[in-house]
């Protein structure tokens, strides 16, 4: 069954890092573009951090731009989302999604909540 699980959440104070990760199951990422996607109560899903299959491209809104670092590991089939400079307004559900025009998966995300 392919599947996307999200890790590496938790609580950090304000300056702090924390790196997500994306680990596909059932399928291969090697052809698949990842995004990161954040979700916070009361507010629209947002798309924080894209990265192409072939690692050529990356994208990020100016909210996160410079803070955040999206990479992957196809050997691992895993997307890592490396946040550092973290305020108390990236706190959110963090969503992972793979798309490769033909087929989109969605990961069930993980918390980050940035609080002193």
């Known amino acids: 069954q392919a599947r996307l699980k999200e890790s590496g959440g938790g609580s950090v104070q304000p300056g702090g890092s924390l790196r997500l990760s994306c680990a596909a199951s059932?399928?291969?990422?090697?052809?698949?573009?990842v995004a990161w996607f954040r979700q916070a109560p009361g507010k629209e899903r947002e798309g924080v951090a894209t990265?192409?299959?072939?690692?050529?491209?990356?994208n990020y809104p100016a909210s996160v731009k410079g803070r955040f670092t999206i990479s992957r590991d196809n050997a691992k089939n895993t997307v890592y989302l490396q946040m550092d400079s973290l305020k108390p307004e990236d706190t959110a559900v963090y969503f992972c999604?793979?798309?490769?025009?033909?087929?989109?998966?969605w990961g069930q995300g993980t918390q980050v909540t940035v609080s002193s």
């Open positions: 999604k793979a798309d490769s025009l033909s087929y989109e998966y």
């Open positions: 990265i192409s299959a072939t690692e050529a491209y990356t």
């Open positions: 059932g399928f291969s990422l090697d052809y698949y573009a």
